[in-house]
């Protein structure tokens, strides 16, 4: 079975700009060690490669308005010259196909957005993977965007950086994925992520789903290489 293939080619919903949509996975195990095992999904600017996508602020096509992109100072984890790069390469190469047949996501969990907001990509493409697959996360940072489509709420969690945002949302029965300083406390209606809290991988837990699920909202202590720029951004609001 090939490894990768196309899932959408054709215009960002959030900026009109061309944008390709990369799902991997399909014959290699993910060596993702929170995710577990989950084909990946990139969401890619179609003619620029990614990380020159993020020096020249193109990557907004495929990443909106997020607080956490670099053009705005943000602490994005996501190393865009690794895989990113790695699959947008391949694929201009000709070495990954359109998908055949949505039946391939059958057996398979999916995680919308391992790089990119699912918010990018039309809702039909979502619903047509969620509607087949055994399962998906993902997240949207694009509830304030103005070409935001709120159908995007059935099919993926938002994402919220402060208690404000969370609760905000919260108001209008949206479940929220909130990242948080470490020690900062949880909302009363939240629960910290299980890959914290009991060292589950997201394959394991399949909470993160949709943003209208009667499930819990999830809390997760920011990690990674800039986790300091967030916390230098966002710790005092955390503790509001």
């Avoid at 079975?1 to 215009?11: D, P, T």
Wanted: charged share 20%; hydrophobic share 35%; proline share 5%.
């Amino acid at each position: 079975m090939q490894n990768s293939y196309v899932i959408y080619e054709g215009l960002s919903v959030l900026d009109n700009q061309p944008i390709v949509v990369i799902a991997s996975g399909f014959a290699n195990k993910s060596a993702n060690d929170k995710t577990g095992n989950m084909i990946q999904t990139f969401i890619l600017r179609s003619d620029v490669e990614p990380h020159q996508a993020v020096k020249t602020g193109d990557d907004s096509s495929v990443c909106g308005n997020c607080v956490h992109r670099p053009a705005n100072g943000g602490a994005c984890y996501v190393k865009v010259f690794q895989a990113p790069l790695s699959v947008f390469r391949a694929w201009k190469r000709g070495n990954i196909p359109k998908l055949p047949s949505n039946d391939l996501f059958a057996d398979k969990l999916v995680r919308f957005g391992s790089y990119g907001d699912p918010a990018a990509v039309p809702v039909s493409v979502l619903k047509a993977i969620k509607d087949v697959c055994a399962g998906s996360t993902g997240y949207t940072h694009q509830t304030a965007h103005k070409n935001f489509d709120n159908a995007v709420l059935d099919y993926r969690m938002v994402s919220a950086d402060t208690p404000k945002q969370a609760k905000k949302h919260h108001e209008h029965k949206l479940r929220t994925f909130r990242v948080k300083v470490e020690g900062a406390p949880l909302l009363y209606n939240e629960i910290e992520c299980l890959a914290d809290s009991k060292g589950l991988t997201c394959a394991e837990c399949k909470l993160c789903e949709t943003a209208t699920s009667d499930a819990p909202n999830i809390a997760i202590n920011v990690h990674g290489a800039t986790k300091k720029r967030y916390s230098d951004k966002f710790s005092k609001v955390n503790f509001a």
